[in-house]
């Protein structure tokens, strides 16, 4: 059951647990029982969170107004930047087939 907050106008706020269901219903004042009203109240807890979320949070944060790209140049395999050709571990066959070292054999290649 969630956590709500609510308005007394005699008492003051309070928090109830309450069914979803019944996320609408007034919840009856702990003190003197009069149906209270609900509100929205303090922020969420964000800080109860783990610190995997906090950090990509915090990431998100930092790249909401400069976008940063993960690749450097123009991207894989560029053959402009890259200071030359690497031997890379596609082997092709005799009657053409290609086939790549070190990888898994059920991949299919592009």
Known sequence: MPMYDYACGRCGEFAALVPLARWRDPAA???????????????PAISAL??????????NERSAHEPRSSR???????????????AGKTRTAPDGAKSFAGARPWMISH
């Open 29 to 43: 004042c702990p003190k003197c029982g009069e149906p209270s009203g609900r509100i929205v109240g303090g922020a």
């Open 50 to 59: 783990s610190s995997a979320v906090n950090r990509a949070r915090a990431a």
């Open 72 to 86: 450097s140049g123009h991207g894989m395999n560029c053959g402009c930047c890259s200071g030359g050709g690497k």
